[in-house]
């Protein structure tokens, strides 16, 4: 019962904090432009956006760390290298109108380089989409008091969620294979390995000079769903998950 009452919160943040990260992507782009996306497995997010906007193969780029994903997006004639994330991007500064990086930021080493990373190659007025988990939660403060480490942390039963979701990844085509049991590369896609605080990732990304940053929160936890809304407006530095729009 208490499982099946967490996974229905957990649906409402996921579905919401990635229907506004994607609305975001969508208005930054709605002018023409280039993009960049972070962590772009196998280019889906360049079929979502080319159905709702005029989204040329020349203006999307992307990043992805898994070789089989790359050769899958390139032999589709997607602009998707090999990379990490974790060191400088391969571009001039000034490229990108957007660039944007959805459940990334957290599995990084140095996710401030990331950052920085971003606003140099950010055009003027460009905008960076981030959407990543909140460490300052009442659920993780919960969770330490139980003497548990929280799952937004680097936790040392990280093999024991990946055996959790294999059923679910296994159904989802060889990329996400190649990635089932990578809890202690240096680039895991399951693990989290540093994450930022609501407050934290608002400061960094103004000191590192974006000129406009907003961030949204999603999911107060415990609190049920119909009380969500009107607590996320309230306490959005303590909410589950967290989409920033930062304007360079």
């Not at 003027?124 to 989409?129: E, F, N, V």
């Not at 981030?130 to 403060?141: G, K, S």
């Not at 936890?221 to 530095?237: R, S, V």
């Amino acid at each position: 019962m208490l499982e099946n009452y967490f996974s229905g919160l957990y649906q409402r943040v996921a579905e919401n904090s990635y229907q506004l990260a994607s609305k975001e992507i969508v208005k930054a782009l709605a002018n023409g432009g280039d993009c960049l996306d972070c962590g772009a497995n196998n280019g889906h997010w360049y079929t979502k956006l080319s159905k709702e906007i005029d989204l040329s193969i020349e203006q999307y780029y992307g990043i992805e760390w898994n070789e089989a994903c790359v050769k899958t997006s390139q032999e589709k004639g997607l602009n998707i290298c090999l990379g990490d994330l974790n060191k400088l991007l391969p571009y001039k500064d000034d490229k990108f109108t957007c660039i944007y990086a959805l459940s990334v930021l957290e599995h990084l080493l140095n996710g401030c380089k990331f950052l920085k990373e971003c606003h140099r190659t950010l055009k003027d007025d460009g905008k960076l989409i981030l959407l990543t988990p909140n460490i300052a939660t009442f659920f993780t403060v919960a969770f330490l008091l139980l003497g548990k480490m929280p799952s937004t942390g680097p936790h040392p039963d990280s093999d024991a969620l990946l055996n959790a979701e294999w059923e679910k990844l296994h159904n989802l085509g060889s990329c996400h294979e190649a990635w089932a049991f990578d809890s202690e590369s240096d680039t895991p896609v399951h693990r989290h390995l540093i994450v930022f605080s609501f407050r934290v990732l608002k400061r960094y990304l103004e000191m590192i000079g974006f000129s406009k940053v907003k961030g949204y929160g999603f999911g107060l936890y415990p609190f049920p769903n119909f009380m969500q809304p009107m607590l996320e407006k309230i306490d959005p530095w303590h909410c589950h998950q967290m989409v920033f729009i930062a304007q360079k």
